[in-house]
């Protein structure tokens, strides 16, 4: 993603994350029963930004095949030393600048990371590219939330080294992603407890996209 402030923080947590992230795990499964609607067992699926796996092990149980990415080479080691299914790999990716033919995955996942992300519109062109014709973008994403809480959660992040880059309310969001190549379909709030999440769903548009 070329930002390396994000990118040291990612690899100094990547050994912990997992241990921190287990008070999310009611989250997750969440977002993968908002995704897995509309998976099966014949798509084969990218996600980028897995971190070390929180959703990438879930959302295996649902397709034929999971290439599970991120930036950060340690949270890949670390997801990649968890038994994994046979159906599941992980590799380290940049989102911005994908290695993959394009038009090769029926749909894509990326949760929790445009917003971190300093040219999310970027990401977005390179999932356009490696999708199929009609394929889907699920982009399950925190969103701002009004008044002290959202203000202090988002300066205790920055004070800790988690930058984030955009601050977008469910309405901004999917106006990002319709003006970067894709067709909102739904947009559901799952709240966290600690911020607000809009499970967003997008078709790729069907025509020539730049």
């Not at 996600?47 to 879930?58: D, V, W």
């Not at 090769?104 to 356009?128: G, Q, R, T, W, Y």
């Not at 009004?146 to 901004?172: A, P, R, V």
Request: neutral net charge.
């Amino acid at each position: 993603m070329r930002d390396g402030a994000n990118k040291i923080f990612w690899q100094r947590v990547s050994g912990v994350y997992g241990l921190f992230m287990k008070k999310d795990r009611k989250m997750y499964e969440e977002i993968s029963r908002e995704i897995g609607v509309d998976l099966n067992k014949s798509m084969t699926v990218l996600e980028l930004a897995c971190g070390t796996g929180q959703l990438s092990f879930l959302i295996s149980k649902s397709v034929k095949f999971l290439e599970a990415t991120d930036f950060s080479e340690n949270m890949i080691h670390t997801a990649q030393r968890k038994p994994s299914p046979d159906n599941l790999r992980f590799s380290v990716q940049d989102a911005t600048d994908l290695q993959f033919q394009p038009e090769i995955f029926d749909c894509v996942v990326i949760a929790n990371a445009l917003h971190i992300m300093p040219f999310p519109e970027k990401a977005l062109s390179e999932i356009h590219r490696v999708l199929k014709p009609g394929g889907f973008l699920f982009a399950p994403t925190f969103v701002s939330q009004k008044g002290e809480n959202g203000y202090l959660s988002t300066k205790m992040l920055n004070l800790l080294g988690f930058h984030t880059f955009h601050s977008w309310d469910d309405k901004s969001l999917t106006a990002f992603v319709a003006q970067n190549g894709f067709e909102p379909v739904d947009a559901r709030m799952i709240h966290t407890g600690f911020l607000p999440l809009c499970c967003l769903k997008a078709k790729k548009q069907t025509e020539i996209f730049n």
